[in-house]
């Protein structure tokens, strides 16, 4: 079975006060699982997390929320890793599949500070392969980047590749061969032509990503840890499994499959869609310096960014952001709004979308609470 990996919403999280308890086995195990957190209001936190895993059969469920700027609750519940029986932690590092789109968009946001970006050119001027890319049937139609980051490009959804034919636990890096020996395929791309339709796309996102390596001169991955994740303090969090040391992959969450079983840690060729690795407290900071505009996010272009929807799905009404996502035995969801409030959950369980449904609302109606986002 193949899932796709796709964007959705997020909830707000906050940082845990220290406390432990039990929690009920998940996924027909037979595991009690662990409960702790971190923060002002973390131990109540940890007692809701307790419930909604052990009510919902996942693994482990971690979650954070904030309010105000400042982390309120943070707390996981349930077993990071069922083959050692490591107990999920608010430092356990999950994999957060659709969610990790955004920081494309960020990537491209502090690119555009740093040189001209016009979204609206032909990727070929920065792409200069031997033959320009384009869609078979129109071959004359440009593809931009903004169609890219808007999934209108006319790209396909997926290759297919599948958790069987997934890396373990790395892909190569180089979208260079991987995209030169996939888009000539005219089954690739839609009938239509570029920026006619919305199609979501995790070739499109990937594509997006390897313009602004080709933009910059440096690695994709490179380029996230050089402007983003180290500036910011994001010390768990990387694109590639091989980014952390022992102590780290000690504490990394493993996917599960529908049963519970452990599966093996993975990675795919479009791994700019979905592959960053990382913890609710990372997430928070990132989040947090995007919505106070700290460096390197004080660009004024980056408001621009959010609007466009592949980067941040965004909510009008309730001047709310959000992204979710889901790949093989993860799960992930954060949100947040320009006051300063927000949240996000990592599972690492696979679900049905009923599942999936009835989970993202029983942990979001907890979260904003804590973060005081409207419903």
Not at 276 to 300: C, H, N, Y
């Amino acid at each position: 079975m193949m899932i796709t990996r796709w964007c959705g919403v997020f909830v707000s999280v906050a940082v845990l006060c220290a406390c432990s308890a039990t929690g009920g086995g998940a996924g027909g195990g037979d595991d009690e699982g662990a409960v702790s957190g971190v923060g002002p209001q973390s131990a109540a936190l940890a007692e809701s997390l307790a419930d909604i895993r052990r009510e919902a059969g996942v693994r482990s469920v971690s979650a954070i929320a904030w309010r105000d700027g400042e982390i309120v609750a943070q707390a996981a519940a349930g077993t990071a890793d069922a083959r050692s029986g490591t107990a999920a932690t608010p430092e356990s590092i999950y994999m957060i599949a659709s969610c990790s789109k955004p920081v494309v968009g960020l990537a491209l946001a502090v690119l555009a500070a740093e040189q001209p970006i016009d979204l609206d050119a032909d990727i070929n001027a920065w792409l200069e392969w031997p033959e320009p890319l384009r869609n078979p049937a129109h071959p004359d139609e440009p593809i931009t980047q903004r169609q890219l980051v808007t999934h209108r490009s006319s790209l396909v959804a997926d290759d297919d590749e599948d958790y069987e034919t997934y890396a373990r636990p790395d892909p190569e890096a180089d979208m260079t061969a991987y995209f030169e020996g996939l888009l000539p395929d005219p089954t690739r791309w839609e009938a239509f032509a570029p920026g006619e339709k919305e199609v979501y796309s995790n070739i499109g996102a990937a594509l997006a990503a390897h313009v602004v390596e080709t933009a910059s001169g440096e690695p994709f991955s490179d380029f996230c840890r050089d402007r983003i994740f180290e500036p910011l303090g994001l010390k768990d969090t990387g694109w590639f499994f091989s980014d952390f040391d022992a102590a780290q992959v000690a504490r990394m969450a493993r996917p599960h499959d529908a049963e519970g079983e452990p599966l093996e840690h993975f990675g795919f060729p479009n791994w700019p869609s979905g592959q960053i690795r990382t913890t609710t407290g990372d997430l928070a900071k990132l989040w947090m310096a995007v919505q106070s505009r700290e460096a390197p996010f004080s660009t004024s272009r980056l408001a621009d960014f959010e609007s466009v929807p592949f980067f941040i799905q965004a909510d009008a009404e309730a001047e709310t952001y959000d992204h979710s996502g889901s790949e093989y035995g993860v799960g992930a969801y954060f949100t947040y709004d320009h006051a300063g409030n927000g949240y996000a959950f990592l599972v690492n369980h696979e679900q049905t979308e009923a599942e999936v449904d009835a989970l993202d609302e029983a942990l979001s109606e907890v979260l904003r609470g804590y973060s005081g986002l409207a419903d």
